[in-house]
Structures are given as structure tokens and as C-alpha cells.
Antibody
Framework: EVRLVETGGGLIQPGGSLRLSCAVS????????MSWARQGPGRGLEWVAG???????YYVDFLKGRFTISRDISKNTFYLQMSSLTADDTGVYYC?????????WGPGTLVTVSS | DIVMTQSPDYLAVSLGERATINCKSG????????????LAWYQQKPGQPPKLLIT???TRKSGVPDRFSGSGSGTDFTLTISSLQAEDVAVYYC??????????FGQGTKVEVK
């Protein structure tokens, strides 16, 4: 059974950094397209970053280099490092597996950027 | 990016009646080499992640009730719930995966019971 669980969300001040984790079971992070999506107030659902099994990384343009995706194959976990956070980054962050999230999504972790 | 536009934003339907949601893409998502439409439909209930219902515009994912059906091609698509059940109350999203990452979602259609 495919299972993904996000951790690492919370309240962070503007300008701060946060690292989200996605622990995966049921398949390997190096065998599928793995990605992060978010859902913020007023922004709807949007994909943020992802990587293919060969390690090729993809990012949405508007992030302007603030977010970095990575993986630890030994832990079967992948990450989203976020920096220079603003209120616009507030939302629920989901990790997903498979092209266009076809294999499954985690329950999400809430990130709130506020002073 | 391909812009996806859904209509209506909100839909209230009586139990047992048909619900129809439309999705229009800013450019065709039909790939001519394989004649497939790169279009998916998701259902999202409060406090839950999106759940994939339909891929390739009309292929139901295993376990999805057959009252859900997808149709359309090119730029215009429809999700139909043939007989609305109480458990179908949710927000529905279309998403194109024709392009490379990032794929894009519609703004969502909220379905409630009248």
C-alpha cells in the first residue's frame, strides 16, 4: 500500500526557513516521480517542486530559487527546504507520488507564515 | 503554463440528481501521437488531500463509483456525477498534465446538496 506522511509544518516568521519531510512506504522515492504541492488561501492548488527517479529536479518559476527539493534514499524520505518565507507561502503542503500525483498524496502539513 | 478554468464555481444539486462540472483548458491537452487527453479530475473533501478520480479525461481510477464519469477532448471537458450522493459533497478540480512540471489545476467547483 502506498503511504506518504508529511512532517515539519508549523508557525514561522516572515523571512524564516523551514524544512518539510515526506516519509514514504509502499514504494521507493528513487523509483517514481515525487513532488510537493500546496494549497493556500486564495491561491488554490498548485504544484511547487518535484524530481524524477533520475534526480532531475523541477520547480515552479515563481519560487525564484527559494525552495529546494531533495531526497534521502536510505530513509525513503524526501524533503522540501523553504527559505525567505512570506505570508503568501502560508498553506497546507502535500507530498505526492507518481506523475501528476497519480500514486497517492499525503494528508498534508500546515505551514503558517506570520509574525 | 496552461490555464484551466472551471464552471461553475459552486453547484447545489438535489440528492439523486445529476451534477455537471465543466473544465476548459487554455490550449489543447490532446496529444496527437497517442490520441490521449492529458486531463485528470480530483475530489477533495474538507481536511483531506485531493483524491484522484479520473485520468486521461475519462478513465475512472479503480474503486471510484461508476456514477462518476468524465468526457470531452481537446480543450473542453466535463465531469458528471449521474446521481448525487451525500458523500459526494466536495470540491472538484480538473488538472492538466500535458505539459512538463508544473501541471496546473482549475480553481475548483464546490458541490453541495440542495
Amino acid at each position: 500500500e502506498v503511504r506518504l506522511v508529511e512532517t515539519g509544518g508549523g508557525l514561522i516568521q516572515p523571512g524564516g526557513s523551514l524544512r518539510l519531510s515526506c516519509a514514504v512506504s509502499g514504494f521507493t522515492v528513487d523509483g517514481n516521480f515525487m513532488s510537493w504541492a500546496r494549497q493556500g488561501p486564495g491561491r488554490g492548488l498548485e504544484w511547487v517542486a518535484g524530481f524524477y527517479s533520475d534526480g532531475t529536479e523541477y520547480y515552479v518559476d515563481f519560487l525564484k530559487g527559494r525552495f529546494t527539493i531533495s531526497r534521502d534514499i536510505s530513509k525513503n524520505t524526501f524533503y522540501l527546504q523553504m527559505s525567505s518565507l512570506t505570508a503568501d507561502d502560508t498553506g497546507v503542503y502535500y507530498c505526492a507520488a507518481g506523475d501528476w500525483g497519480s500514486l497517492g498524496w499525503g494528508p498534508g502539513t500546515l505551514v503558517t507564515v506570520s509574525s | 503554463d496552461i490555464v484551466m478554468t472551471q464552471s461553475p464555481d459552486y453547484l447545489a444539486v438535489s440528492l439523486g440528481e445529476r451534477a455537471t462540472i465543466n473544465c476548459k483548458s487554455g490550449q489543447s491537452v490532446l496529444y496527437s501521437s497517442n490520441n490521449k487527453n492529458y486531463l485528470a479530475w480530483y475530489q477533495q473533501k474538507p481536511g483531506q488531500p485531493p483524491k484522484l478520480l479520473i485520468t486521461w479525461a475519462s478513465t475512472r481510477k479503480s474503486g471510484v463509483p461508476d456514477r462518476f464519469s468524465g468526457s470531452g477532448s481537446g480543450t473542453d471537458f466535463t465531469l458528471t456525477i449521474s446521481s448525487l450522493q451525500a458523500e459526494d459533497v466536495a470540491v472538484y478540480y480538473c488538472q492538466q498534465y500535458y505539459t512538463t512540471f508544473p501541471w496546473t489545476f482549475g480553481q475548483g467547483t464546490k458541490v453541495e446538496v440542495k
